[in-house]
């Protein structure tokens, strides 16, 4: 891969139901002689540009106030270097602003309007990431009284009507929501690992987060160590699903750890599922992982509406991006 005819090329492996086209983008620059680096931005940034699922790019997930932002990161396992940005307002190519941080700056991770304005220095155009679509579903939400949101404790009652919401003087704690009232499917990412023929390892997400979020929300998927993790001497993994819960366990850095000491990938991927389990037994999320021979593996947790996880694998082994499928635990 990356351009060497002898060395074997090994897997492309990306965690999504229907990003077919992505992963034939990413195989495609590996075949040409790109990088690792290059496999992932493109591969993620075509996903950036079909708007994949509505969860990623423009035009999906407007958050609170109606508004489409961006997450995304890329890692290079070689030098450990991650750019990220974060709440990413009026640029659509997230991925790719991601990779001006590592190749520009010295910094991992810019965000809000600040990160726009590095995008737009960069070359980048400023756009509008709203979109027809975008603007019916905050509508819709806005007249079935903000349901679901992702405040709690607060007045007038987040779970019956719309805010502007504040602090009560009296503090009565209620339970979050249950699974069962908010859709599975109201956040997504695309997460994408890339190793390269002579073992290099590569990773990056793309997300415009989670569905009616709070304005300045942040979810894991531009986290280096949460939404993915990539280190050449022991493999790479990404995660999906629910950002706020996941992010606090560090899914894939401790993925990429257990491959280290030589646990297969996809029992790397069933221990930190499990690991989450413990603490919320009813988070949506899933997890792949591949080490650097090529084995590759995934795992989510099992809830009503997610019993099974489609992720997408290109390898010389398979004569076009395949879809795998693991059953949730």
């Known amino acids: 891969l990356a351009g060497t005819a002898s060395a074997a090329a090994l897997p492309v492996v990306i965690?999504?139901?229907?990003?077919?086209?992505?992963?034939?983008?990413?195989?495609?620059?590996?075949?040409?002689?790109?990088?690792?680096?290059?496999?992932?931005?493109?591969?993620?940034?075509q996903c950036e540009i079909d708007q994949c699922d509505g969860s990623v790019?423009?035009?999906?997930?407007?958050?609170?106030?109606?508004?489409?932002?961006?997450?995304?990161?890329?890692?290079?396992?070689?030098t450990m270097e991650v750019g990220a940005v974060a709440d990413l307002r009026h640029v659509k190519n997230a991925i790719g602003v991601a990779r001006k941080v590592i190749e520009y700056t010295k910094h991992t991770l810019l965000v809000g309007e600040s990160a726009s304005l590095f995008a737009v220095r960069m070359g980048f155009p400023y756009e509008d990431l709203t979109t027809q679509k975008s603007l019916?579903?905050?509508?819709?939400w806005l007249n079935e009284s903000c349901q679901p949101n992702y405040w709690k404790n607060v007045v007038p009652d987040s779970a019956k009507s719309?805010?502007?919401?504040?602090?009560p003087e009296k503090v009565t704690y209620k339970e979050e929501q249950t699974i069962s009232q908010r859709s599975v499917h109201n956040h997504d990412t695309i997460g994408m690992v890339v190793?390269?023929?002579?073992?290099?390892?590569?990773?990056?997400?793309?997300?415009?987060?989670?569905?009616?979020k709070i304005p300045g929300r942040v979810g894991d998927s531009p986290i280096a160590g949460a939404g993915s993790y990539a280190d050449s001497t022991a493999g790479g993994a990404a995660a999906t699903g629910d950002g706020d819960v996941m992010m606090r366990f560090l899914p894939s850095y401790q993925?990429?750890?257990?491959?280290?000491?030589?646990?297969?990938?996809?029992?790397?991927c069933q221990k930190v599922i499990s690991r989450i389990q413990k603490y919320a037994p009813t988070f949506f999320g899933a997890v792949i992982c591949a080490n650097t021979t090529g084995s590759y593996g995934a795992a989510c947790n099992k809830i009503p509406g997610f019993t099974q996880?489609?992720?997408?694998?290109?390898?010389?082994?398979?004569?076009?991006?395949?879809?795998?499928v693991v059953d949730c635990i």
């Open 15 to 45: 965690n999504t139901w229907a990003f077919r086209k992505a992963a034939e983008t990413a195989w495609r620059v590996l075949q040409s002689g790109g990088s690792e680096l290059d496999a992932v931005e493109r591969g993620c940034g």
């Open 57 to 78: 790019g423009y035009g999906g997930s407007p958050d609170e106030s109606g508004e489409t932002t961006l997450d995304a990161m890329i890692m290079d396992g070689n």
């Open 136 to 140: 019916s579903m905050y509508s819709k």
């Open 162 to 167: 719309c805010g502007p919401y504040k602090r």
């Open 195 to 212: 190793i390269g023929g002579n073992g290099t390892v590569a990773s990056g997400t793309s997300t415009n987060g989670a569905v009616h």
């Open 255 to 268: 993925a990429v750890e257990y491959m280290r000491m030589g646990t297969d990938p996809a029992v790397a």
């Open 309 to 324: 996880f489609h992720f997408m694998v290109s390898s010389p082994l398979l004569s076009q991006p395949t879809e795998q």
